[in-house]
Nanobody
Framework: QVQLVESGGGLAQPGGSLRLSCTASVSALNAYSRGWYRQAAGKERELVAS???????SYADFVKGRFTISRDNAKNTVYLQMNSLKPEETARYYC???????????WGQGTQVTVSA
């Protein structure tokens, strides 16, 4: 069972930035997909961004142009650079890894992001 360890959450002001990191305990070079979801209090978990082995990225419409997902294969790490943060983006952010298109996601424990003045 892979372990995913997230870091980088915290408090940011509206319009500010944070960078999240997610490191896998095993090589994730051949994973089908890696990325980030978020879940705000009382809401369903929603996909934020993903990246596949070819390097192709995908973003939810509500973060396009503000968030950037990237990876460092040598470190088994995926990053989420979040700029121009909004208060409504306060949520717990979870990284995931999916090994094949028909499998389920493995999840990290999540990291809290709070956007407030």
């Amino acid at each position: 069972q892979v372990q995913l360890v997230e870091s980088g959450g915290g408090l940011a002001q509206p319009g500010g930035s944070l960078r999240l990191s997610c490191t896998a305990s095993v090589s994730a070079l051949n994973a089908y997909s890696r990325g980030w979801y978020r879940q705000a209090a009382g809401k369903e978990r929603e996909l934020v961004a993903s990246i596949v082995p070819t390097g192709r990225t995908s973003y939810a419409d509500f973060v396009k142009g503000r968030f950037t997902i990237s990876r460092d294969n040598a470190k088994n790490t995926v990053y989420l650079q979040m700029n121009s943060l909004k208060p409504e983006e306060t949520a717990r952010y979870y990284c995931y890894i999916r090994w094949d298109p028909f499998g389920s996601n493995d999840w990290g424990q999540g990291t809290q992001v709070t956007v407030s003045a």
